[in-house]
């Protein structure tokens, strides 16, 4: 079965600091892959996606997501954060193929907090 | 306005009782799902539907049932089997194997 890894729990940064947030899947065939994000009180949103081609892939408010297929991972980046960027954020994988077609795993989400 | 609902925001039950959440969809997606949040696990799924009158269970199914009678509509019930059924319950819908999209989510308490 799949199984998605987040590495941080809970990571505190200051405004303009950079940030990534790490994403290891455990699924070697190919796969679809997601970051979502849950901004308080508000609904979880879809940041980035990546499906197949440029594995850098660019989302929503600045972020963006390496997908290097020899180490599993899809890393989330952004260069600056911003005091609005406090959030928790899920990292999500889903078969492209094979029986569990189209189900997500998710990973068990890192909270971002970011002070001003 | 295109979308997810969810009904209630809240729900408060005793223990023993069967609670039924709602969902539903107004973008003509297939597919829906239903996912449990808890603090420090992420999403969890508990049962998926492609189509109508078809659904399959998820990762953590014991305890809930699912309908999919129309397009729209995928309610969740939470028996009184659920060991530890206060949690956070999102629904979700997508076109098979796309992204998926989530409503707001019910947040239901069993005392």
């Known amino acids: 079965a799949q199984s998605v890894s987040q590495h941080n729990h809970h990571v505190i940064l200051s405004e303009a600091a950079s940030l990534e947030l790490g994403c290891n899947y455990s699924?070697?065939?190919?796969?679809?892959l997601f970051w979502y994000v849950q901004y308080p009180g508000q609904h979880l949103q879809l940041l980035l996606k990546y499906f197949s081609g440029d594995p850098l892939v660019k989302g929503i408010k600045g972020f963006e997501a390496e997908f290097i297929k020899s180490k599993f991972s899809f890393n989330l980046r952004k260069p600056s954060v911003q005091w609005s960027d406090t959030a928790e954020y899920f990292c999500?994988?889903?078969?492209?193929?094979?029986?569990?077609?189209?189900?997500?795993?998710f990973g068990q989400g890192t909270i971002l907090t970011v002070h001003p | 306005d295109g979308g997810i609902t969810q009904s209630p925001k809240y729900l408060f039950r005793k223990e023993g009782q069967n609670v039924t959440l709602s969902c539903e969809q107004n973008l003509n997606h297939d597919a829906m799902y239903w996912y449990r949040q808890d603090p420090g696990q992420g999403l969890r799924l508990i049962y998926y539907s492609q189509i109508v009158n078809d659904f399959q269970k998820g990762d953590i199914a014991e305890g809930y049932s699912v309908s999919r009678e129309k397009k729209e509509s995928f309610p969740l019930t939470v028996t009184s089997a659920q060991k530890n059924p206060t949690a956070f319950y999102l629904c979700?819908?997508?076109?098979?194997?796309?992204?998926?999209?989530f409503g707001p989510g019910t947040r239901l308490t069993v005392t």
């Open positions: 979700a819908s997508s076109r098979w194997g796309s992204e998926q999209y």
């Open positions: 999500a994988v889903a078969n492209a193929g094979g029986t569990s077609y189209g189900k997500l795993t």
């Open positions: 699924y070697g065939g190919t796969v679809n």
